[in-house]
Nanobody, 121 residues
């Protein structure tokens, strides 16, 4: 299973951005998938997950939306009203099997290389 993120970049505060994660080797709908992010000097943290339903970190639920396109084997993270504190490397993650969502990094076996999002104030 390979996960490839795209869509990051340098944006201005208040902008919107959509990150993509293309899955190969397995259907994106076959198991739970999630987005995490890691800011400089901080731990990698859960942002949002999708399976039969969705799960969000409390800090982002009003601005972030996770979705999935089964025909493209791709999951997305739509971010609106970006803030400088959203600056981080965003990682796509997937369970090798199982559809239960979790906020724990240890639940997810497959990871992408990450895509950098930088928000200028």
């Amino acid at each position: 299973v390979q996960l490839v993120e795209s869509g990051g970049g340098l944006v201005q505060s208040g902008d919107s951005l959509r990150l993509s994660c293309e899955t190969t080797g397995r259907a994106a709908s076959a198991a739970a998938m999630a987005w995490f992010r890691q800011a400089p000097t901080k731990e990698r943290e859960f942002v949002a997950g999708i399976s039969s339903g969705t799960l969000y970190a409390d800090s982002v639920r009003d601005r972030f939306t996770i979705s999935r396109d089964d025909a493209k084997n791709t999951i997305y993270l739509q971010i609106k009203s970006l803030k400088p504190e959203d600056t981080a490397v965003y990682y796509c993650a997937g369970r090798s099997r199982g559809r239960s969502l979790s906020r724990s990094r240890d639940t997810y076996d497959n990871w992408g290389q990450g895509t950098q999002v930088t928000v200028a104030s």
